[in-house]
């Protein structure tokens, strides 16, 4: 018995330390990419909130009476920047907000229009990565490392699930409950260190393995999708196409407003995607109450011509493959529990950051330790011949 509960310990030994090793080197090789996209991410959290804070010269408006036709607003707008192609209409969320188009240029960039919904004025245009959002965007999404550093990101998100399980196979509180949850101050700086590393990733821990999870399934998107289509046994969408009339003109948009207000009249309509080709089609996002995605995902597609609806796709209808994928932005801002979650999401992304420097200090320390000791033995190992010739040296 005595020889079989020193095998377990034996093994449990090696295998925490196989964790702290993992843990250890994966938190060094990639901690501060995983601090900046921890960072960036909370900010993006609130970034709609943060934009019109800083910005309400732009993206703010005295509400009025009535608002002017959306087909209006999009000739404004490319008559203002004729250069550049419309690519969608974000609609006003809240009575004071402006309408949003955003265009392509020549040189490919997007650029963000604002317009004033009930008098057609122009409140200004951007580069949507000179924004506060779009700045903010490129560093969380890519590290500002176009396609090769979205593929980083995506590897930092499987890394930090790594981190979060081996940080659970050590936290202390699986041998004293109290001690895994406490924080004594008073001690060396060492141990407080320590236990604000061992406290903030227990706590944090659930809300970073979700947030984890979901952002590496959405830099991983198509192959999660055919994985769960797979699994699933259900096959992808057919590509919806328009066809030509005789007149071959695009549907006026307030036409299309109306098709589609037919359609789940409960739910309010927040992103209408612009046909760019030929055989393209209207998309058109609707949000139901409750719905925990900011703008919704329920789409209907339209002929851009005949402005027959060609497919409605509800949120409420949809397969359980389509339900996880829709749920996957929700679950990783915090959106799916209002202002509060949202909240938490942002104060788990700056834990991750406390969990960096801490183990940064740690590191450094323990690296620090064993430098000190390599010294002292090579020291001892100089003075030892001398003391055997001269003892009373």
């Known amino acids: 018995m005595t ?11 090696k295998f925490r330390k196989l964790a702290f090793k993992l843990h250890l080197y994966l938190g060094l090789v990639v901690g501060i990419f995983l601090a900046v996209i921890a960072l960036t991410g ?25 608002r002017i036709p959306l087909e209006n607003v999009l000739k404004i707008v490319e008559k203002a920047y004729p250069q550049n192609q419309a690519l969608s209409i974000l609609l006003p969320r809240e009575a004071e907000d402006v309408c949003q188009v955003s265009m392509l240029s020549k040189s490919e960039e997007i650029v963000s229009v604002y317009v004033n919904p009930y008098s057609g004025k122009i409140t200004g245009g ?13 560093l969380h999404a890519e590290l500002a490392g176009g396609e090769f550093g979205h593929l980083v990101v995506g590897i930092c998100g499987l890394v930090m699930l790594g981190l979060t399980f ?21 001690a060396h700086w060492q141990r407080t260190v320590f236990d604000l590393h061992n406290v903030s990733g227990i706590v944090s821990v659930a809300f970073l393995i979700l947030i984890s999870a979901t952002g590496t399934a959405i830099i991983f998107y198509e192959p999660v999708q055919s994985t769960l289509y797979l699994l699933t046994n259900q096959k ?3 590509a919806l196409t328009s066809h030509p009339d005789s007149s071959s003109s695009r549907q006026n948009l307030d ?6 207000n037919t359609v789940w009249p409960e739910a309010k309509t927040t992103f209408i995607s612009l046909p760019l080709k030929p055989e393209a089609t209207f998309k058109v996002r609707k949000k139901f109450p409750n719905e925990p995605h900011p ?14 609806i060609l497919q409605a796709d509800s949120v409420n209808s949809a397969s359980v493959a389509n339900r996880i994928l829709n749920s996957l932005y929700p679950l990783h801002i915090g959106s799916y529990g209002g202002i509060y979650l949202r909240l938490v999401h942002a104060i788990a992304g700056l834990a991750a950051i406390v969990l960096f420097v801490t183990g940064v200090l740690m590191w450094r320390q323990r690296h620090l330790a064993k430098f000190y000791r390599k010294e002292a033995r090579q020291q001892y190992e100089e003075l030892s011949p001398l003391s055997q010739q001269w003892p009373w040296f």
């Open 3 to 13: 020889t079989v509960n020193g095998f377990e310990k034996n093994l449990e030994m």
């Open 255 to 260: 036409e299309i407003l109306h098709q589609v």
């Open 236 to 238: 992808p969408q057919p």
């Open 295 to 308: 703008n919704g995902v329920s789409t209907i597609y339209l002929d851009q011509y005949s402005g027959k």
């Open 126 to 138: 951007r580069l949507w990565k000179e924004t506060f959002t779009g700045f903010i965007f490129t």
């Open 166 to 186: 081996t940080g659970l196979v050590l936290w202390t509180g699986w041998r004293n409950l109290v001690r895994g949850f406490s924080i004594n101050w008073k």
């Open 42 to 66: 909370s900010l993006l959290i609130f970034g709609p909130e943060i934009e019109r804070f800083f910005n309400p010269q732009l993206l703010q408006v005295i509400p009025q009476a009535e």
